[in-house]
Nanobody, 124 residues
């Protein structure tokens, strides 16, 4: 089992920045790709970004490309999501997720472990 704990959410004005962190514990060696998803009220959970174990290969949703950056520090079992130029439409609960096997990294149901989520609110 892998436990994921997110932190770093909060309230920020449009144009501002936040950095989310996700720390993994347990059988972290079994985690390959780490991802961030978000869910706004009344909407489905959507893919935001993902990063492979090496930290070299990353993936982004078109809506955040150029504004968000995902990174990881494997020695700390932590994944980060740096969010810049935030917009009101970025408001959502952000979830960290881990998957064991490769492939289909943009599909939420393909992830094996999830954190409890952290709220990000962007005011206009």
């Amino acid at each position: 089992q892998v436990q994921l704990v997110e932190s770093g959410g909060g309230l920020v004005q449009a144009g501002g920045s936040l950095r989310l962190s996700c720390t993994a514990s347990g059988r972290t060696s079994s985690s390959n790709t780490m991802g961030w998803f978000r869910q706004a009220p009344g909407k489905e959970r959507e893919f935001v970004a993902a990063i492979r174990w090496s930290g070299v290969i990353t993936y982004y949703a078109d809506s955040v490309k150029g504004r968000f950056t995902i990174s990881r520090n494997n020695s700390k079992n932590t994944v980060y999501l740096q969010m810049n130029s935030l917009k009101p439409e970025d408001t959502a609960i952000y979830y960290c997720a881990a998957k064991i096997f490769d492939g289909l990294i943009r599909i939420a149901t393909m992830y094996d472990y999830w954190g409890q989520g952290t709220q990000v609110t962007v005011s206009s």
